[in-house]
């Protein structure tokens, strides 16, 4: 038996304060509040065979679940295996991830969703979700099979990276995956404005003499799929918004009662365009790096419920894509390791509450993607345990992750995931809390 005590468990919606939880095969056996005598098999300390976690000043909450990340395996092993991938998660307090489609060969089909999920297992760690294509090979030219990817354990379909550029396509696509009851995630970008642009249109790009990308790139594909979304019905869920134009047009959508929501990642809350200044890779994404108005759209956006959920955009690249002229360094950065404490940054700048938070970065995704997050008697034990006093500087050669492109290394950070647990195991335990 695993049993965590003295923590105080952050839960919205179910429970909220000390509590100690009891683990045996996986399962919650109990959830008693701390220092009860409630339980009939006795106090943590008197149970035989006990394995005893003192979460005394740490916060316990249900495992947290990223909903977009890539871990590049098949095809770019390079960059990002599963098995590192999860590591990096769970080093995160990510229990649970869902990977994006575009791999090598794409995730269009049965096998590429059942090797995803095997290696996965192989790994140990993570539990890993699988977000299937759209379309084959991300073409946007004919559906993939919705029913097979469903049954083989996808959960959701997604052209990341790809915006489906018809119209025609994403309400079929849509239509198809409201039958089987799963999300469409939409990579929101309109191509023809994206051009050949390098990072956000405005004053930083001209000073370096970057093509822009104006915010309607985004916005106005934002636009289009809430118009398909109302004309079909089907649930729509908008990958990575970075623009103040976009969090209006879902607000709004919101408002008739539409089956819309969204996410944005750490960076579009925290940086702006500038931090791309002078030519910094490390900071160079899809969609980019916004303005000061547009960040703190976001924030508010996040504060006032029009943004559903945190999540990272995890893209690993090795220096091979980043080390290289800005026009031509890949877009992307690594997340999964740095999520929780910028996250926590919105809690201290009293933005949004702690059970706020947890809804965005667990709750939220797991009502969208149909996954059980209670801490609760019968439920799976997946739990993320938190020091939120920890202070430290991030050390990127440090990470679990194969690679190291993250603007946010050396930054100091408050606030850490110190132990994960997946199916009732301790996958992670950065400060030794095991006692027996």
């Given amino acids: ?80 295996t599963i098995a590192t991938g999860c590591s990096a998660a769970v080093s995160g307090g990510f229990t649970s991830v869902c990977p994006m489609p575009n791999t090598n060969p794409v995730n269009d089909n049965q096998e590429i969703t059942d090797y995803i ?37 996808a959960v959701a379909f997604s052209d990341d990276g790809n915006p489906v550029a018809t119209a025609q396509l994403m309400r079929r696509a849509m239509e198809y995956a409201k039958g089987f009851g799963l999300p ?34 985004e916005s106005v594909m934002v636009m289009r799929d809430i118009a398909l979304c109302e004309l079909t019905g089907a649930a729509l869920h908008i990958a990575h918004v970075s623009t103040a134009q976009s969090v209006h047009a879902i607000q709004d959508a919101k408002k008739r009662g539409l089956t819309v929501t969204a996410e944005t990642a750490p960076h579009y809350f925290t940086l702006t365009d500038e931090m791309v200044f002078p030519y910094n890779t490390l900071s160079k994404m899809n969609p980019p790096l916004r303005s000061s108005q547009d960040r703190e759209a976001i924030r508010q956006g996040l504060s006032n419920g029009t943004i559903d959920v945190i999540a990272t955009d995890h893209a690993p690249h090795s220096s091979l894509e980043k080390d290289v002229e800005f026009s031509k360094a890949a877009n992307g950065i690594i997340g999964l390791e740095t999520a929780l404490p910028l996250s926590l940054k919105l809690v201290a700048d009293k933005l949004m509450t702690m059970e706020t938070l947890i809804e965005k970065m667990v709750k939220n995704p797991a009502r969208i993607l149909g996954l059980t997050t209670d801490l609760s008697e019968g439920n799976p034990a997946d739990l993320t345990l938190v020091d939120p006093d920890y202070e430290y500087t991030i050390d990127a050669e440090k990470f679990k992750s194969k690679s190291r492109n993250t603007p946010f290394n050396g930054w100091k950070m408050k606030g850490k995931a110190v132990m994960t647990i997946v199916d009732g195991r301790i996958v992670y335990d950065a400060h030794q809390l095991v006692s027996e």
């Fill in 1 to 80: 038996m695993l049993v965590i005590k003295n923590g105080q468990v952050v839960d919205p919606g179910n429970i909220n304060g000390d509590f100690d939880i009891f683990i045996e095969e996986g399962k919650i056996i109990a959830v008693i509040p701390s220092g009860s005598s409630e339980n009939s098999k006795g106090t943590p300390d008197t149970i035989p065979d006990t394995i005893i976690i003192d979460a005394s000043g740490k916060l316990v909450f249900p495992g947290l679940i990223d909903m977009h990340v890539h871990l590049r395996e098949p095809g770019h092993e390079y960059k990002e």
């Fill in 117 to 153: 999920i095997r290696k996965a297992r192989e790994a140990g760690t993570a539990r890993v979700y699988p977000v299937a294509a759209i379309s084959k090979g991300l073409e946007g030219k004919a559906l993939s099979e919705y029913g097979e990817l469903k049954a083989a354990g």
């Fill in 184 to 217: 469409i995630i939409s990579h929101c970008e309109e191509k023809s404005l994206t051009a050949d642009g390098d990072m956000n249109e405005g004053a930083v790009a001209t000073q370096m003499g970057l093509a822009g990308i104006p915010n309607a790139s």
